[in-house]
C-alpha cells in the first residue's frame, strides 16, 4: 500500500475538516462512494494512502492531545461531522512566533509546555510533506516552518497566503536541496474567487463589458478575525489580481474584503456585485449571495495537492512545482487561467503516476 506521511502545521479549523475529511473517506473503495471528492483517485493514489503522523500547534487546548481529540478543541467551531478514533498522533509545541494576532490572543490560550524540536520531530516520524496551515498572519512562523521542512528533507506545502512558493529566494532553496515546494494560499473547492473569475470570463465571453465588480466574504472563524487583524490588504490584494486576470480589459474590481461575525461560527457569507453593460449600453448587474462552510471547502483540494507532491516527491522533481502551484492555489509563482491550470495538472498527474 503506497503511504503519503504527512505532518500538520496549525490544528485549527481547516485541519479538523482534514481529518475528518481522510475519516470520513477512508470507508469508501468505489469511485462512485466518493462524493463531495472532485479526484477519487489521483495517479492510483487515494485519501486513504495519506498519513498524518505529526502536528504542531500552539493552543493549550490541543497541544499534548492526540489529534483526534486536538480537531475538536476550541477555538475551532467547524462542525463535527464523524467521530475520529484516536491516532497515538500527539500536537507537539511549536514555537509560537507571530502565530497568534492582536485580536486572535483573546481566542487562542497559549500553552507553556516546552517547545519540541521540529525538524527532529519531522525527520522520527519519517514525515514526507508538510502542510503548514498556520494563521495567514503568521509570516515568521510559516517561514520558519518552511527552513524546518528544508532541515529534516520534507517537501512544503504552504496553504497560507505567506510568500514561500511565490518567493524565488525560497523557490531556489528548494531547488538546491532536491526537494518540491507548492503554494500559496490554497484555493477553496467551491470558493468564492473561481466563482467570481467563472461569472467575469462568462459575461465577457458573451460581449458583456464589465464596468465594475466585488466581493466581500464574512466568517466566523478564528481565521476571519486573523485577516481582519492583519492579512486583509494582502489577501485582497492576491483575490483581486486573481480575479482580474479572468478579464481580458481593465474593470474596476475589488476582491475579498473580510469580516469577522462570530455567530456565523465556520460558516462563510460571500456576497458578489456585478455591474456591467451589453446590447447598445444596456445595463445588467448581479447581486448574489452564496453561503459555504469554510474549512471543509479546503478538503477536496488538500487531498489533490498532497498526492500531487508525494509524485513530485517521487520523482524527485524539485523547487516550486508549477503544475501543482497554479492548479491548487491563488497565489503560484505564475497565475494560469483556470482551464488552462486544469490541463497542466492532468498533464502532471499523467506524465508522474
Ligand atoms: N477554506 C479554508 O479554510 C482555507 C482556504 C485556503 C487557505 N486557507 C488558509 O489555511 C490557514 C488555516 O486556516 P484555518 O481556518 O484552519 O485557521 P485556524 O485559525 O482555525 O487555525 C490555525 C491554527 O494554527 C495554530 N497556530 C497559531 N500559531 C501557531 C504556531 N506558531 N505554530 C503552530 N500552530 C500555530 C492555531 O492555534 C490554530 O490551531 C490560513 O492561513 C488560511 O488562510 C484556508
Not at 64 to 77: L, M, R, S, T, Y
Not at 150 to 179: D, M, Y
Not at 210 to 228: M, N, P
Not at 255 to 261: E, L, P, Q, R, W
Amino acid at each position: 500500500m503506497p503511504e503519503i506521511r504527512v505532518a500538520l502545521v496549525g490544528v485549527g479549523n481547516c485541519s479538523s475538516a482534514f481529518v475528518q475529511g481522510l475519516q470520513y473517506y477512508s470507508k469508501f473503495e468505489e469511485k462512485k462512494d466518493f462524493v463531495g471528492l472532485k479526484n477519487p483517485y489521483l495517479g492510483g493514489l487515494s485519501p486513504r494512502d495519506i498519513k498524518v503522523v505529526a502536528a504542531f500547534d500552539v493552543d493549550k487546548r490541543k497541544v499534548g492531545k492526540d489529534i483526534a481529540e486536538a480537531i475538536f478543541a476550541k477555538p475551532n467551531n467547524t462542525p463535527q461531522i464523524t467521530e475520529v478514533p484516536l491516532t497515538g498522533v500527539i500536537v507537539d509545541k511549536g514555537p509560537l512566533m507571530d502565530g497568534v494576532g492582536k485580536r486572535a490572543k483573546n481566542l487562542v490560550l497559549i500553552s507553556n509546555a516546552s517547545e519540541i524540536d521540529v525538524a527532529e520531530v519531522l525527520r522520527k516520524n519519517e514525515v514526507e510533506i508538510v502542510v503548514s496551515l498556520l494563521p495567514s498572519g503568521a509570516f515568521e512562523a510559516s517561514q520558519w516552518y518552511a527552513e524546518q521542512s528544508l532541515a529534516a528533507g520534507c517537501g512544503f506545502i504552504n496553504a497560507t497566503p505567506n510568500a514561500i512558493a511565490c518567493n524565488s529566494a525560497w523557490s531556489k532553496r528548494f531547488e538546491e536541496v532536491g526537494l518540491p515546494l507548492v503554494g500559496d494560499d490554497l484555493i477553496d473547492q467551491v470558493g468564492s474567487t473561481a466563482l467570481h473569475k467563472t461569472l467575469l470570463k462568462l459575461l465577457s465571453e458573451r460581449g458583456v463589458k464589465i464596468i465594475e465588480t466585488y466581493q466581500l466574504d464574512v466568517g466566523g472563524g478564528v481565521e476571519s478575525l486573523e485577516t481582519l487583524d492583519r492579512s486583509r490588504d494582502a489577501k485582497r490584494a492576491i483575490k483581486t489580481q486573481s480575479v482580474a486576470s479572468a478579464l481580458p480589459y481593465k474593470a474596476e474590481i475589488v476582491a475579498g474584503s473580510t469580516d469577522y461575525v462570530d455567530f456565523l461560527e465556520n460558516k462563510r457569507d460571500s456576497y458578489f456585485w456585478i455591474q456591467g453593460v451589453y446590447f447598445y449600453n444596456s445595463p445588467m448587474q448581479i447581486d448574489l449571495k452564496f453561503s459555504t462552510v469554510d474549512a471543509p471547502n479546503a478538503g477536496s483540494m488538500l487531498f489533490d495537492v498532497i498526492r500531487a507532491t508525494k509524485m513530485a516527491l517521487d520523482r524527485n522533481q524539485r523547487g516550486a512545482i508549477i503544475p501543482i502551484c497554479a492548479y491548487g492555489f491563488k497565489r503560484p509563482p505564475e497565475i494560469l487561467a483556470i482551464e488552462n491550470a486544469e490541463t497542466v495538472f492532468n498533464g502532471f498527474v499523467s506524465e508522474n503516476s
